[in-house]
């Protein structure tokens, strides 16, 4: 078995296992991976993460053409913006996860860190997280929001619609993608109380020992 045909079937496997935890459903969410060859395999747009067929996934050249496959997602520029800006990225996930998104629409979170510290591997695996505006779906600025900011943040909210994260692989994205839903669960579970946060020194600590590529 190639390489790239363990990838194909990888991410089927991965997408399968988020959808059928509802992390994300109908034909909402899209995963792209970079191949051994710096192409990318990217999941069609109108498909279902939770019944992907391996052999129809879109796969791009090392040079951005598209070669073979269904249609891409409607948000390749989400993901070419991650790609272009963090060279480390290997794989790109976007989700409508519900907690994730009922977050972003509180109206007084802290767009350029959105989640509050509430455990030390949602620091470990995101940073902080950054917050965009709403942007129609398949528009092109969220592609220039994430471009903008220049590759020091590897996970964002966009608002009313949902995370985006990248990581050095497909396992590094999924793992911090549902590790960034968890997180606002817990947000949105402790909304009316006083948790007990992790201190800013602690948060300091954190990032030092365990800093993000």
């Known amino acids: 078995m190639s390489d790239e045909t363990r990838l194909r079937e990888k991410i089927c496997r991965m997408a399968q296992s988020l959808f059928d935890r509802g992390l994300t459903c109908g034909s909402s969410g899209n995963i792209s991976a970079r191949t051994a060859d710096g192409g990318l395999l990217v999941t069609p747009t109108g498909s279902t993460m939770g019944d992907l067929d391996p052999a129809r996934l879109s796969l791009f050249d090392a040079d951005g053409r598209f070669v073979s496959g269904d249609k891409p997602t409607k948000e390749m520029p989400l993901h070419e913006a991650f790609y272009r800006t963090r060279g480390t990225t290997g794989a790109v996930v976007h989700l409508h996860s519900t ?38 779906p398949g528009d092109p600025a969220m592609g220039a929001a994430v471009a903008e900011l220049g590759g020091t943040r590897p996970a964002v909210i966009l608002a009313n619609h949902g995370p985006v994260v990248a990581g050095k692989d497909l396992d590094a994205a999924v793992f911090a993608t549902e590790e960034l839903e968890e997180t606002a669960k817990l947000a949105m579970l402790l909304r009316r109380e006083s948790p007990r946060m992790l201190t800013a020194d602690q948060v300091r600590a954190l990032r030092e020992r365990y800093p993000l590529d």
């Open 99 to 136: 907690h994730s998104v009922a977050y972003s629409m509180l109206p007084d979170v802290d767009p350029d860190d959105v989640l509050p510290p509430l455990t030390a591997y949602s620091v470990m695996r995101l940073g902080r997280v950054k917050l965009l505006p709403y942007f129609m």
